[in-house]
Structure formats: structure tokens, C-alpha cells
């Protein structure tokens, strides 16, 4: 039976790759979206809808109107430093309008949720082990602290009723589409491998290193680089094992999706250098507030529970593929 699914934000970095998932693995997409940071164009397949998530009525009307069987969830705002100067824009887009999707799956009668959380969600632990999903939450900063907030949400409704989610704390995703279909265009962008791949591209004058006084080995923040292509492979899995369930009981789990390796800024610029064969000038500045000094997954959750494990998340194939994607030609 090919079951539909509502892909909030689906015209998004991670939506949209998990959009060409679904429809690969056979589901079909219904993308719900109000492009205020998605792209119409990244839509590839599947039935779109303009909406707003706070637009209940519209929400309910879509779902009765598809036949909706299951909700990922990726509309939010994501932006850490963004978030230490606008709390309350972050928690109205992230908080209160994931208790509004809530509100209308519950009215349609839909109880399955496939929610991207974030490792921001573990902030800066005492220890600098593998971060595992039984560690007690502590973002530092409001981004993280909106997912965390969501998180505990779900847990209250799963608790309390038949709603089966499975919170995704993604690391740090990268790379593109492996035939450049897709990619990451956010704007402004502020992520790493695209700032350096501009760097490289003779795009931007400098690249700019946030702090190297951390306590890691080369001073640079360290993080867990994950392919967007495993994590929209790690998705499917994950409605998947929501759709093995029992269906009257309620069920959260929270999941990391990442590789369990870390690699510092300086290491990510030394393979940016390798992969593109190009040199450019790498300045240092001040650290940017909310970065936690190193985030890597403990991965064994998602092997176990999802069978799912990373295959095209090396950091070479990430820094090659969004290489790929920033040089394809012009459309048209
Ligand atoms: N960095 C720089 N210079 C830049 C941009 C980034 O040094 O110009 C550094 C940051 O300080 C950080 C690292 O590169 O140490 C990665 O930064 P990104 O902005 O690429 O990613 P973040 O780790 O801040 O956040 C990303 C997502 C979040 C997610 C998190 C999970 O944006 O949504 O990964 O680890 F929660």
C-alpha cells in the first residue's frame, strides 16, 4: 500500500532530499510549506501546498484532502546565533506552531510524527564523550532550547494519548544530492561548508574561523558532519519503525542521527583545500555565541532500533558533493 505523507517544511535542505526519498521508498509526499525559507523549485516530485503551520483549518483540510498517514516535521527556524538575538521569533515558529500541527493531527486523527530535533539539544556536556540520548538535555542556547521544548511536548502528548514520534537529533548535516539535483541554499547562508566552498570558489574574500581558543585539540569548535542523504534515508526508517508499532499505545524516542566522528573547523578547511585543489586566506575571530565547543553522536541507537547506518557520510563525499552542487551549470 503506498501510503501518503505531509512533509512539513519539505521545500527545505532536509526536506527536500527526504522528498526524493519518500517517493524512491515508494511513499508518496505532500509537501506543506511557506517558503519562508524553502524554495518552491526544490519541490521535485510529489503535490505541494503554500501554508502556514498556525493555519490549522488549511492543515486539517490537507490531511483529510491527501489521505495523510504520517507527518515529518522539518518547518523551523535553525539558526543558533540568530536565536540569541530573537528568542521569541524562535520560539513561536519552532514551539508554538508544532503544538498547532499537534492540534490538527489530533482533530484528522493522525498519530504518527517524525520530528527533526537537533544535537543542539545536548549543549556543552561535562565530558567529551560520545553524546548519548539518555544524557539529560542542556542547550545553550534558544534554538536548542526550542527543540528541547518541542521535545518534551511530544513526550507529554505520547504519554498522554496515541501519538508514536521519533525525535531526530540530526548533527551536523551537509553535502547535496549525488547528481547536484538538490542542494543547500540558505540565505544568507552561515554554515561552515558552504562558506568555505564559497571561500574557495573565490566567492567571498576570507573565510572566518568563530574562536580557536576551545578546549579540543586544535582550539576549533569540533562536529559531527552527516550527508543530508543519510539523514532523509534515516527518516523513511523512522516512519517506518513508527508504522511497526502497536497502534492504541503512545511511543517517543529520541534517535541521533550522525557518524559518531568529529572533525574540527581547521580539519573541515584542510579537506575543503584537498577537495577542490584551491588555497585561500583563513582569518580567525571571535567565537560566536551559542557554539558549543564539540558535538559527535553516539550512532548506535539509530543502528539498532532504525537499522540505519551513514554511507555517503565521510567528510570528503560531503565536501565533494555540495562541491558538485555549487559548480553545476545554470538551469536553462
Ligand atoms: N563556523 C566558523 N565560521 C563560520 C561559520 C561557522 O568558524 O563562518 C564554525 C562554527 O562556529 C561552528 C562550526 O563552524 O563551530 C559549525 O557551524 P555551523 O553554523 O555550520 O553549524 P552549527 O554547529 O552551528 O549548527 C548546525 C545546525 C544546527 C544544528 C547543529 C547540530 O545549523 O541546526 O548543526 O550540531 F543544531
Redesign the pocket.
Known amino acids: 500500500m503506498t501510503r501518503n505523507v505531509l512533509v512539513v517544511g519539505g521545500a527545505g535542505f532536509i526536506g527536500s532530499h527526504t522528498v526524493l526519498e519518500l517517493m524512491e521508498q515508494d511513499f508518496n509526499p505532500v509537501v506543506y510549506d511557506n517558503l519562508s525559507s524553502g524554495y518552491r523549485d526544490a519541490v521535485l516530485t510529489g503535490n505541494f501546498v503554500e501554508g502556514e503551520l498556525e493555519d490549522k483549518d488549511r492543515l486539517v483540510e490537507t490531511i483529510l484532502k491527501f489521505d495523510i498517514s504520517s507527518v515529518i516535521h522539518f518547518a523551523a527556524l ?3 546565533g540568530e536565536s540569541v538575538l530573537e528568542p521569541l521569533r524562535f520560539y513561536r515558529n519552532n514551539v508554538a506552531s508544532t503544538v498547532s500541527l499537534l492540534e490538527a493531527m489530533q482533530s484528522a486523527g493522525l498519530n504518527r510524527l517524525v520530528f527533526s530535533s ?3 539539544v545536548y549543549g556543552n556536556q561535562s565530558s567529551d564523550q560520545l553524546l548519548h540520548e539518555s544524557l539529560a538535555m542542556s542547550p545553550v542556547n534558544p534554538y536548542g532550547r526550542t527543540k528541547a521544548a518541542v521535545e518534551a511536548l511530544l513526550q507529554d502528548v505520547a504519554d498522554s494519548s496515541a501519538l508514536k514520534t521519533v525525535a531526530l537529533r ?3 548535516a551537509g553535502g547535496a544530492d549525488s547528481q547536484a539535483r538538490l542542494g543547500e541554499r540558505h540565505d544568507p547562508e ?3 561548508i558552504p ?1 568555505v566552498l564559497q571561500t574557495a570558489a573565490g566567492r567571498r574574500e576570507q ?4 574562536g580557536d581558543d576551545y578546549p579540543t585539540t586544535d582550539g576549533t ?1 569540533i ?1 559531527d558532519y552527516v550527508h543530508v542523504t543519510d539523514l532523509a534515508k534515516g527518516h523513511i526508517a523512522a516512519l517506518k519503525h513508527l508504522f511497526s508499532l502497536d497502534d492504541d499505545d503512545g511511543f517517543y524516542q529520541p534517535i541521533n542521527l550522525g557518524t559518531g566522528k568529529g572533525f574540527s ?1 581547521r580539519e573541515v578547511i584542510e579537506a575543503v583545500r584537498k577537495v577542490t585543489g584551491e588555497d585561500f586566506e583563513v582569518g580567525v575571530s571571535d567565537r ?1 555565541p551559542g ?1 558549543p565547543a564539540q ?1 559527535v553522536s553516539d550512532p548506535g541507537r539509530a543502528r539498532e532500533i532504525l537499522r540505519w547506518q551513514p554511507e555517503r557520510s565521510s567528510l570528503y563525499t560531503i565536501i565533494e558533493d555540495a562541491w558538485r552542487y555549487m559548480r553545476r551549470p545554470a538551469p536553462g
Open positions: 535553525i539558526e543558533a537537533t544535537a543542539a540530526y548533527f551536523n552561515t554554515h561552515l562558506l573565510f572566518s574561523i568563530f569548535c562536529r573547523v560566536r557554539d558535538l
